[in-house]
């Protein structure tokens, strides 16, 4: 059974910065492409980031630059690291692998 946990959110000012983990479980995690979504309260859970088993990633524009995507395959993680932080960044951050979710972590960004 495939897990992911994330972790790493909370609650700073805007321009900021925060690194969010997940952790994956159950899987042979370096063949597993990771991505990273959000959802903001109202609206769609909307996708962020991908990593692919080659490392290489991709972004939605409006993060572009400000969000930066990793992996490390010996501690079977994924990692977001966000700079730059905005209040329209506040949401509940989940990534997913293999088509499963993790449980989320809130990110809170005040002006």
């Known amino acids: 059974q495939v897990q992911l946990v994330e972790s790493g959110g909370g609650l700073l000012q805007a321009g900021g910065s925060l690194r969010l983990s997940c952790a994956v479980s159950g899987t042979i995690f370096s063949l597993v492409a990771v991505g990273w979504y959000r959802q903001a309260p109202g609206k769609q859970r909307e996708w962020l980031t991908s990593?692919?088993?080659?490392?290489?990633?991709n972004y939605e524009d409006s993060v572009k630059g400000r969000f930066t995507i990793s992996r490390d395959n010996a501690k079977k993680s994924v990692y977001l690291q966000m700079n730059t932080l905005k209040p329209e960044d506040t949401a509940v951050y989940y990534c997913n692998g293999g088509n499963n979710w993790g449980q989320g972590t809130q990110v809170t960004v005040s002006s």
């Open positions: 990593i692919r088993q080659d490392g290489s990633s």
